[in-house]
C-alpha cells in the first residue's frame, strides 16, 4: 500500500485535477499525518457538495464539522478513511439544518462511535429524537461565548449563535497562537456582532457559501484579515466576485475545494504548512 506521509507531499502542491464528481484521488491510498505532540491538522474535504471540515490531533483524536451536501456520504467516508479516522469524539453542526440528514448522522455515529454532538438549537431539537441510541452521544446546545477544549491546545469559542435565516454557528479555533475562523452565517446582525469581537488578523478563514446579494463584506474582510481564505463553493459558482476581490485586496491567499482538491494544514506551536490533496474520479 502507498502510504503518504504529508511531510513530503508538497509534491502535489499545484498539482491540477479532473474537474468531476470529486472522490479520492486514485493516486493516494492512505495519509499519515504524523502528527506529533503539539501538533494537530485541519482538513477541508473537497466534496462534491457541501463542507466537511476535519481537525485532527496527535492521539488519533479526531473532529468533524459539518456533512458535507446531498449524497456525499460515500465521499466522505472514503475521505475519512484516507485520513485513517476510526472514532470522532465530536461532531460539530454549524448550519441552519434545512437540508441535514438525519440517515446520514447515523451512520457517523455508528461507524465513528462520537460521543457528542455540538449545535444550534434548532440542530439539536431536530436530533434529539431522531439520533441513534447504539452509542447514544450527547446533544450539546452551543451559545455565544460558549468555549470548549477540542483537543490537546486546541480551544473552540462561539463568536456568534444566530437563529435565523442563514444564520448558524461561528466558531473560533485557537491553536497556540493560530487563529482559524470557521464562518457560517451570512447576516448583517451576525457582521454587527462579529465586528465587535477579537478577530482581527485571522490565520484562515473559513468562508461562508455566499451570493451577490448574501455575502461577506468588504470590511468584515479586512477587519479578519485572513492570511489564508478557503472556500467550499466552485469559483465559476461563486456568484459574488466581491468577495474573491476583496480576499486578494487583502493578501489572503485564496483555495478553492472545488479547484485545488482537499486542503490540509498542518500546525506546530509555531508555524503551519499547507498542502493539497487532489479530487478525481474512481477508475
Request: glycine fraction near 4%; avoid cysteine; hydrophobic fraction near 40%.
Given at each position: 500500500?502507498?502510504?503518504?506521509?504529508?511531510?513530503?507531499?508538497?509534491?502535489?502542491?499545484?498539482?491540477?485535477?479532473?474537474?468531476?464528481a470529486p472522490s479520492v484521488s486514485n493516486s493516494v491510498e492512505n495519509i499519515d499525518l504524523n502528527l506529533k505532540d503539539h501538533e494537530m491538522a485541519i482538513t477541508f474535504i473537497g466534496l462534491s457538495?457541501?463542507?466537511?471540515?476535519?481537525?485532527?490531533?496527535?492521539?488519533?483524536?479526531?473532529?468533524?464539522?459539518?456533512?458535507?451536501?446531498?449524497?456525499?456520504?460515500?465521499?466522505?467516508?472514503?475521505?475519512?478513511?484516507?485520513?485513517?479516522?476510526?472514532?470522532?469524539?465530536?461532531?460539530?453542526?454549524?448550519?441552519?439544518?434545512?437540508?441535514?440528514?438525519?440517515?446520514?448522522?447515523?451512520?457517523?455515529?455508528?461507524?465513528?462511535?462520537?460521543?457528542?454532538?455540538?449545535?444550534?438549537?434548532?440542530?439539536?431539537k431536530k436530533l434529539t429524537n431522531q439520533i441513534s441510541l447504539s452509542s447514544n452521544p450527547r446533544v450539546i446546545v452551543w451559545g455565544e461565548g460558549e468555549r470548549k477544549n477540542l483537543l490537546p491546545?486546541?480551544?473552540?469559542?462561539?463568536?456568534?449563535?444566530?437563529?435565523?435565516?442563514?444564520?448558524?454557528?461561528?466558531?473560533?479555533?485557537?491553536?497556540?497562537?493560530?487563529?482559524?475562523?470557521?464562518?457560517?452565517?451570512?447576516?448583517?446582525?451576525?457582521?454587527?456582532?462579529?465586528?465587535?469581537?477579537?478577530?482581527?488578523?485571522?490565520?484562515?478563514?473559513?468562508?461562508?457559501?455566499?451570493?451577490?446579494?448574501?455575502?461577506?463584506?468588504?470590511?468584515?474582510?479586512?477587519?479578519?484579515?485572513?492570511?489564508?481564505?478557503?472556500?467550499?463553493?466552485?469559483?465559476?459558482?461563486?456568484?459574488?466576485?466581491?468577495?474573491?476581490?476583496?480576499?486578494?485586496?487583502?493578501?489572503?491567499?485564496?483555495?478553492?475545494?472545488?479547484?485545488?482538491?482537499?486542503?490540509?494544514?498542518?500546525?506546530?506551536?509555531?508555524?503551519?504548512?499547507?498542502?493539497?490533496?487532489?479530487?478525481?474520479?474512481?477508475?
Amino acid at each position: 500500500m502507498r502510504t503518504w506521509l504529508l511531510l513530503i507531499s508538497f509534491l502535489f502542491i499545484g498539482t491540477a485535477f479532473v474537474q468531476a464528481a470529486p472522490s479520492v484521488s486514485n493516486s493516494v491510498e492512505n495519509i499519515d499525518l504524523n502528527l506529533k505532540d503539539h501538533e494537530m491538522a485541519i482538513t477541508f474535504i473537497g466534496l462534491s457538495a457541501g463542507e466537511a471540515t476535519l481537525i485532527q490531533g496527535p492521539n488519533k483524536e479526531a473532529v468533524l464539522i459539518n456533512i458535507g451536501g446531498e449524497d456525499t456520504e460515500i465521499e466522505l467516508e472514503e475521505w475519512l478513511t484516507l485520513y485513517d479516522v476510526k472514532k470522532l469524539q465530536t461532531l460539530i453542526l454549524t448550519e441552519d439544518g434545512s437540508n441535514l440528514s438525519i440517515h446520514q448522522i447515523n451512520q457517523l455515529i455508528d461507524t465513528y462511535d462520537i460521543e457528542e454532538i455540538m449545535t444550534t438549537p434548532k440542530i439539536a431539537k431536530k436530533l434529539t429524537n431522531q439520533i441513534s441510541l447504539s452509542s447514544n452521544p450527547r446533544v450539546i446546545v452551543w451559545g455565544e461565548g460558549e468555549r470548549k477544549n477540542l483537543l490537546p491546545d486546541l480551544t473552540a469559542e462561539v463568536q456568534f449563535a444566530g437563529n435565523e435565516q442563514n444564520e448558524g454557528l461561528d466558531v473560533l479555533l485557537s491553536f497556540f497562537k493560530h487563529r482559524i475562523f470557521i464562518m457560517s452565517s451570512l447576516s448583517s446582525r451576525a457582521e454587527d456582532v462579529l465586528l465587535k469581537k477579537n478577530l482581527e488578523d485571522i490565520h484562515v478563514f473559513k468562508v461562508p457559501n455566499s451570493t451577490k446579494n448574501n455575502s461577506v463584506s468588504r470590511k468584515l474582510i479586512h477587519f479578519l484579515n485572513p492570511q489564508i481564505a478557503v472556500l467550499f463553493t466552485p469559483e465559476e459558482e461563486h456568484l459574488d466576485s466581491d468577495i474573491l476581490h476583496h480576499l486578494h485586496d487583502s493578501w489572503a491567499e485564496v483555495y478553492f475545494t472545488k479547484r485545488h482538491g482537499t486542503v490540509t494544514l498542518k500546525f506546530t506551536e509555531t508555524k503551519y504548512e499547507i498542502f493539497k490533496i487532489p479530487t478525481g474520479e474512481k477508475e
